[in-house]
């Protein structure tokens, strides 16, 4: 295996005159956590949707496992080992949870009582042992971040791309994730996780990217990128770091 | 896992009718409804399993149709010959529409527009094509032999329109318990999260169409049996594409009998108004259109939908299982 | 064939028939633009405008003309109750429910006039619908005319509503961001029918401007369906100016497609166009939103 399980090199994307994506480049190192952050409106959705293979590059390539995927439906790179969550949830509303689950298994398994049992197996894995057979319609914000971690888990990828899979939770349903996601790296998976949620980016990423109108403009550890001014701008404005420090030095 | 079981019963059930009744009227009232029952199985699998609203099935069914009326009448070809042959001819169609339109990502109501605007090429193109007779049409020569697929008494007929009814059953339920089953439901419930997960959607709802084209295409083939004659208007008119999705949407889109179910109450309704009015030209079809308003607006999961919502109720405390 | 003897007159005459096609589009597009939907029921409706506009003539006198402007706000009326109280309740909301719900009424509609008034065929017999006016090499009949800068007339009206007037802008709201204009206060399902009622006011309108030339019967609204369907993904769902300039293209190549294939396979050029361009651009010439 690469050492590098996924890299982005020279990515843009154009909306129209909109330079949404500008020559985004990294990579992500196998068996890794590495979180995607960044200001509302970076793009961070937009990088996830090429990385998955949901919207063209205009320019660049995207690099899996010593592959150049950059050209292929997302489909293929799900069978490839590419899974990704949806920030807005996508379930599949008019079957219950291990349907929805077995859906993902079925990638693997041709049978349909085989992707159902193994259905069980992930559902038991993030939690969702419970509710199993509730339709998917009926589950509570939590529930349905972790039938979407489900789905993905359930096509065996060896790259999970998680789209803000903490937004809309509590406090106490945050730290019962955490554990889950960084349990997935025990299991031989690399993440790539987009969050705004502080403590959980803390508590799990290793590496971590700071995406702001489009380009990457910081990297390094937590600690690192937040003690960085141009982080800290594209986050509160122009000069607000030199205020902060301003500031701090006044107190 | 599905079984087979209520598929036998209620084959079973509706082969015994011959033995108990000798009455032409409710054979031929029977007939007609499993003809129109296998017609909308055929849309059921694309519409109500993969959620492909096609609004042009005529297309397959008189392609079909013609395939094998024209094979009999300018090239004498046997008439079961004609009909795999315009088995065949109905998956051809349904194959290049859909190569034509999922390969373009047309979905929702375009797809709806756009096979409509297919049928209606069909229909004006056989309406001038000297080879389906124009606007005369097509007729099929009377020769009451079991060969030539014709027969004196309707019974065979009966026999025949409910052997096929038994395979588009059997052959849906399959797919209810395979992988191709599972995954055009997805695509159905969510089509890009579907290829998120791996489904090549194309592949999936390509395999969908034409497979429907073809149960389709077999009541087209029938019906140009049991009638003897088709013109453009039979063959690719609205009529039928419309008879094609009420009748599932009636019963429940995307359930196993819903066409079965579906084609006896627009037909029983359609008689009820003949009795009531007379043989005056489209109360029927009014019938029917207020019928696929209150259907969509008052119970969209359709007469299956009804009856589950009954039987279910005193079965709640129990786990639900597979949703057999 | 392609001299300017008959280019021209065909030209000149597909253009009168685009634009009552564009006349009828323009309602369409108007229901897509803001309510999303494709309106199955629009040629039905069209149908039943043009019964309505016969008999104004044989039973009432009223000409055709004049009758514009009786059953513009007659057939407004019964778009506005059609989406208020059947259409909207009975679709729950979603897209594919729609489609079905105004097949229905189409379904209904149609039949209901085949059930009434039998499959004859009938026209009217208008005195001055003969005219002719001379345009160069061609001779153009008056009622065209009449049609043709009726629909200017109508298009100017609408898109003037559109931009001045208070529902003009509430509708333009709901077509943009249909939660928004709600938290602003707007009755969402208000404007859904009175846009609903502007665009079948539309299709009464051609429908009197179509009856001195064309025959009235159950079907006739039927052929118009998909070619309003045919400009409306032309021209661009939504759009005022796309359903006018796409009708009248429509109408020209309907023309050439008549000449070159026989008027019965005219229909087909329009039909093949509507597929090819479908294909081509899935979601329309300039649309966005399937």
């Not at chain 2, 318990?177 to 390509?206: M, P, Q």
């Not at chain 2, 008689?271 to 009531?276: D, P, R, S, W, Y």
């Not at chain 3, 392609?2 to 108007?30: C, D, K």
């Not at chain 3, 979603?94 to 379904?107: H, P, Q, S």
Request: net charge neutral; hydrophobic share 55%.
């Amino acid at each position: 295996m690469a050492e590098s399980l996924l890299t982005v090199e020279n990515v843009s994307k154009y909306f129209g005159g909109l330079l949404a994506i500008d020559k985004a480049s990294f990579q992500v190192r196998t068996g890794t956590i590495t979180a995607l952050i960044g200001p509302n409106g970076a793009g961070k959705t937009t990088l996830f949707s090429i990385i998955s293979g949901f919207l063209p590059t205009d320019d660049g390539r995207v690099l899996y496992d010593g592959a150049d995927i950059t050209t292929e439906p997302p489909h293929r790179r799900a069978r490839r080992g590419v899974a990704r969550t949806f920030q807005i949830v996508q379930p599949f509303a008019g079957l219950t949870v291990r349907e929805n689950i077995a859906i993902g298994s079925h990638l693997w398994q041709r049978s349909r009582a085989a992707a159902l049992e193994a259905a069980n197996q992930v559902a038991l894995s993030v939690g969702l042992g419970a509710q199993l057979e509730a339709p998917a319609a009926t589950l509570t914000v939590a529930g349905s971040k972790r039938l979407e971690l489900a789905r993905a888990l359930a096509i065996a990828p060896r790259l999970l791309l998680l789209d803000e899979v903490l937004a809309g939770l509590n406090p106490s349903e945050i730290r019962d994730m955490v554990p889950v996601v960084r349990e997935l790296t025990a299991r031989g998976m690399t993440i790539l996780m987009t969050e705004h949620v502080m403590q959980a980016i803390t508590a799990l990423a290793e590496h971590v990217l700071v995406l702001a109108e489009g380009r990457i403009i910081a990297r390094g550890t937590a600690q690192e990128v937040a003690a960085d001014p141009l982080v800290v701008e594209a986050y509160l404005g122009r000069g607000a770091a030199r205020r902060i420090t301003a500031g701090s030095s006044h107190a | 896992m599905k079984t087979y079981w209520p598929i036998v019963l209620v084959v079973v059930l509706l082969a015994i009718v011959p033995f108990v009744t000798t009455s032409n009227v409710v054979l031929n009232f029977l007939i007609t409804t499993l003809l129109i029952a296998l017609v909308g199985q055929g849309w059921n699998l694309l519409g109500g399993y993969g959620g492909q609203y096609s609004f042009g099935h005529a297309a397959f069914f008189g392609t079909a149709a013609y395939t094998t009326a024209i094979l009999q009448v300018q090239y004498g070809i046997n008439a079961w010959l004609g009909l795999f042959a315009g088995i065949f001819a109905g998956s051809l169609v349904g194959a290049v529409i859909g190569v034509l339109c999922f390969r373009s990502g047309l979905r929702g109501s375009y797809f709806s527009l756009v096979t409509l605007a297919f049928a209606e090429v069909l229909r004006i193109f056989s309406s001038v094509t000297p080879i389906t007779g124009a606007g005369v049409g097509t007729l099929i020569k009377l020769d009451l032999r079991p060969e030539a697929f014709q027969f004196q008494s309707r019974v065979p007929f009966y026999w025949i329109v409910l052997t096929l009814v038994a395979l588009s059953l059997v052959t849906v339920r399959a797919a209810e318990n395979s992988r191709f089953g599972a995954y055009l439901v997805a695509i159905r419930e969510n089509e890009d999260a579907a290829s998120a997960l791996g489904i090549n959607t194309f592949a999936v709802k390509l395999a969908a169409i034409t497979l429907s084209a073809a149960i389709t295409g077999a009541a087209g083939c029938f019906y140009a049996q049991y009638f003897l004659f088709i013109d453009a208007a039979i063959a690719y008119g609205p009529w039928i594409s419309i008879d094609a999705l009420l009748a599932p949407i009636v019963g429940g889109a995307g359930t196993l009998f819903a066409s079965l179910l579906g084609a006896l109450v627009i037909k029983a309704l359609g008689e009820a108004t003949k009795l009531l009015s007379g043989d005056a030209p489209g109360l029927d079809l009014v019938i029917y259109g207020l019928v696929l308003i209150a259907v969509v607006g008052l119970a969209p999961r359709g007469v299956a939908g009804v009856l589950t919502a009954l039987f279910r109720r005193p079965f709640r405390a129990q786990p639900e299982g597979d949703n057999g | 064939m392609l001299s300017p003897v008959i280019l021209i007159p065909a030209v000149l005459n597909g253009l009168m028939a685009g634009a009552v096609y564009a006349l009828v589009a323009l309602g369409l597009t108007l229901i897509y633009g803001v309510l999303h939907i494709i309106n199955f029921a629009h040629g039905a409706l069209l149908t039943a405008a043009m019964f309505a506009a016969f008999f104004a003539f044989t039973l009432l006198g009223v000409d055709p003309y004049l009758a514009a402007f009786l059953l513009g706000p007659l057939f407004f009326a019964i778009g506005y109750a059609l989406q208020r109280f059947i259409i909207g309740p009975a679709a729950h909301g979603e897209d594919r429910n729609f489609l079905l719900v105004t097949l229905g009424l189409a379904i209904v509609i149609e039949n209901a006039l085949l059930y009434f008034f039998r499959a004859d065929t009938r026209t009217i017999n208008l005195p001055y619908a003969f005219d002719v006016i001379e345009i160069g090499p061609a001779f153009v009949a008056m009622p065209r005319i009449i049609a043709f800068g009726a629909v200017i007339a109508v298009a100017a009206a609408l898109w003037t509503i559109m931009r001045w007037t208070d529902t003009g802008k509430a509708i333009r709201a709901v077509a943009k961001e249909k939660l928004g204009a709600e938290l602003c206060g707007i009755n969402v399902a208000h404007i859904y029918a009175i846009t609903f009622g502007l665009g079948t006011a539309c299709v009464a309108v051609a429908a009197c401007l179509l009856i001195p030339t064309y025959y009235v019967n159950p079907t006739a609204g039927e052929a118009f369906v998909l070619i309003a369907f045919t400009i409306v993904v032309l021209g661009g769902m939504g759009s005022i100016a796309g359903a006018l300039i796409g009708g009248l293209c429509v109408g020209v190549v309907e023309s050439f497609s008549s000449i070159f294939l026989g008027e019965s396979l005219g229909q087909i050029g329009i039909f093949i166009m509507f597929i090819v361009v479908l294909l081509a651009r899935p979601s329309g010439l300039f649309g966005a939103r399937p």
